[in-house]
């Protein structure tokens, strides 16, 4: 099973600062499949990048990321008041498909 | 726009099992399949398998083997995650969602539905 374990686990920054969230693999994410989801209290997560680096449908280009292998990154250009929110990746190469714990951004 | 909804709340005793269903709508159900999730309070995401809608054909992950079962029925685009002999710590809210592509990630989801399991 691929672990991944996401750094900080809390981010705390202000509107309009940037953000790098990190998702390190503890095998190869092959064909970087892994996957960033926002999720808000009480609601569902919402895709916002697949395939490391491609923005889903309707995401801002604030959103971005990157890297390949074992070493992911989630990039927030310009905190916006709505952006924070928990943050979880995910690989769907390797079954069991897996998740990383989250990192919460806040509001410092 | 594709849409899933799910079953309302559920309350069980431990040892019982528990029954959430998943209503597709705004695409075809058979093309894509249906994904269950799970995520216990104040904790993150847990992946629990798969039910291709087309054939039938499930992947559970280990943990689970033995307790779950997902169905679907096609005439009325609905899938199914049946999970038995309850625990305490199965208490969490239980998402269905789905790819839209091979190389997406989870797209569309539930609303979720929070399963208790409390004696």
């Known amino acids: 099973e691929i672990v991944l374990t996401q750094s900080p686990g809390t981010l705390s920054l202000s509107p309009g600062e940037r953000a790098a969230l990190s998702c390190r693999a503890s095998?190869?994410?092959?064909?970087?499949?892994l996957a960033w989801y926002q999720q808000k209290p009480g609601q569902a997560p919402r895709l916002l990048i697949y395939a490391a680096s491609s923005r889903a449908t309707g995401i801002p280009d604030r959103f971005s990321g990157s890297g390949s292998g074992t070493d992911f990154t989630l990039t927030i250009s310009r905190l916006e008041p709505e952006d924070f929110a928990v943050y979880h990746c995910?690989?769907?190469?390797?079954?069991?498909?897996?998740f990383g714990q989250g990192t919460k951004v806040e509001i410092k | 726009q594709a849409q899933l909804v799910q079953s309302g709340a559920e309350v069980k005793k431990p040892g019982a099992s528990v029954k959430v269903s998943c209503k597709a709508s705004?695409?075809?159900?058979?093309?894509?399949?249906v994904y269950w999730v799970r995520q216990a309070p104040g904790q993150g995401l847990e992946w629990m398998g798969w039910?291709?809608?087309?054939?039938?054909?499930?992947n559970y992950a280990q943990k689970f083997q033995g307790r779950v079962t997902m169905t679907r029925d096609t005439s009325i685009s609905t899938g199914y995650m049946e999970l038995s002999s309850l625990r305490s710590d199965d208490t969490a809210v239980y998402y269905c969602?789905?790819?839209?592509?091979?190389?997406?990630?989870?797209?569309?989801w539930g609303q979720g539905t929070l399963v208790t399991v409390s004696s």
């Open positions: 995910q690989q769907y190469v390797s079954s069991p498909w897996t």
């Open positions: 969602a789905r790819r839209a592509t091979a190389d997406s990630g989870f797209v569309t």
């Open positions: 705004g695409y075809t159900f058979t093309v894509n399949y």
């Open positions: 095998q190869s994410v092959n064909s970087n499949y």
């Open positions: 039910v291709d809608p087309n054939t039938g054909r499930t």
